[in-house]
Structure formats: C-alpha cells, structure tokens
C-alpha cells in the first residue's frame, strides 16, 4: 500500500532563512515522488519531481528535494524563504503499476514572516 | 508544460440549482481526466477518474447522480453538480495526463463554487 506522510502542517520561517518541508512516504513499488505548491485558491503548480533519475532533484524557483530511499524521505528544501513562497506545499506519490493512482499527503501550510 | 484550463473559475448558484463546470486540456490530449474536491485547508480529495469514451469511476462516498462527469473529447470533461445544496460549496479541481507511461498530472486552476 501506498502512503504519504507530511510531518508538519505548518511551517514558519523569516524571509531570507532557510525552509524545510518534511515528506515521508511508503510504496510496495518504485515511486514517483512529486511536490506541488498551492496558492490561495488556485490549482496545483508542479514544483518538482523525481522517477527514479537523480536523487537530488532541482524544482522551479529555488526549491530543491532529496530521494532518500533508507528514510524513505522525500523531503523539500529551499536555502532562503521568499515572501511570495508562502503558500501550501502538497508531496505526492503516483503510482502507474496495477493501476495510475494518485496518493496526496495532508499538505504543509507555509509562512514566512518579514 | 501542459496547461489545463477550467471554467468557470468561481460560481454561486441558488440551492437546487445544477451547476456545470468544464476542464480542458489545451496543448495535449488527455486520455484520462481527474476531479477532485477541496474543503478549506484541507487536501484534496478524488471525486472520480474519467476516461475518454467511457463511464467515470467514481470513489467511494461519491454520489454518481449527484456530480454527473462526462468525458466526451479527449480535451474536454465536465463535471455538472446537480440540484446543488449549501454542502456541495468548496473548490473543486480537475486534472489531466496524457497516459501510457507518463507520471504526471497538470491540473486546473480550479472552481470555487458557492451554494446559496
């Protein structure tokens, strides 16, 4: 069974720090790992994804993530917040075996603070 | 990338009312369509699947009579919310991918709908 697990539902950090967003995941099969941000009512924006290529994967506007396989982890970093990064941050898992399925975590709320 | 498009972006309807949403995809052909709902912070929740031709699949819990989908194209699907009620109010939001092996969904920008 698939699962996904974001360990925060929110997250603050200062304009100018560091932001880390945590995902843990659980697959029977390879996963693919992807991460979307959601700005007030709008839609899903991709901002990264990884199948299976490099474990390191580089996403749009700064905001990279790192495959980890023995944590199971998949989890979201960028090395300094921008006020126009807060928003919600979904990690989501997509299988295409027996099935295309889409698995959503719980989503993580960002702020960053002036 | 991809882009989907949805219309319209917001709507408020009278109670008992049927309410018609569309989803395009507009640089590809997307042989399966998803919608999904959305309650104030919260994720999102898959409504159905819609496939080109073919009867949605809808997940438990969802009313197939109640949010008719209809995939006529391969670039349009349409979710019509029938006889509305206050409770059908939130956001909903379709995606699209382009099957075979292809991981990824490009959604909507989604639809606010208010129920009055």
């Known amino acids: 069974a698939q699962s996904v697990t974001q360990l925060d539902s929110h997250v603050s950090v200062s304009e100018g720090t560091p932001v880390l967003l945590r995902c843990n995941y659980s697959s029977s099969y390879s996963p693919s790992l992807f991460w979307y941000v959601q700005h007030p009512n709008k839609g899903l924006q991709l901002l990264l994804k990884?199948?299976?290529?490099?474990?390191l994967v580089k996403g749009i506007n700064g905001f990279e993530a790192e495959f980890k396989k023995s944590e199971t982890s998949f989890h979201l970093t960028k090395p300094s917040a921008h006020m126009s990064d807060a928003a919600e941050y979904f990690c989501v898992v997509i299988r295409n075996t027996g099935g295309f399925k889409t698995i959503f975590g719980a989503g993580t709320r960002l702020f960053v603070k002036a | 990338g991809a882009v989907v498009s949805q219309h319209p972006s917001r709507v408020i309807c009278k109670s008992g009312t049927s309410v018609k949403i569309e989803c395009r995809s507009l640089d590809f052909q997307a042989t399966t369509m998803f919608w999904y709902r959305q309650f104030p912070k919260q994720s999102l929740m898959l409504m159905a699947t819609?496939?080109?031709?073919?009867?949605?699949?809808?997940e438990q819990g969802v009313e197939k009579d109640k949010f008719l989908i209809n995939h006529a194209s391969l670039t349009l699907s349409t979710l019509t919310v029938t006889s509305a009620h206050p409770e059908d109010s939130s956001f909903y939001i379709c995606?699209?991918?382009?099957?075979?092996?292809?991981?990824?969904?490009?959604f909507g920008p989604g639809t606010r709908l208010t129920v009055t």
């Open positions: 990884y199948t299976s290529a490099a474990t």
């Open positions: 819609s496939n080109e031709g073919s009867k949605a699949t809808y």
């Open positions: 995606s699209a991918r382009g099957g075979g092996n292809s991981y990824e969904q490009y």
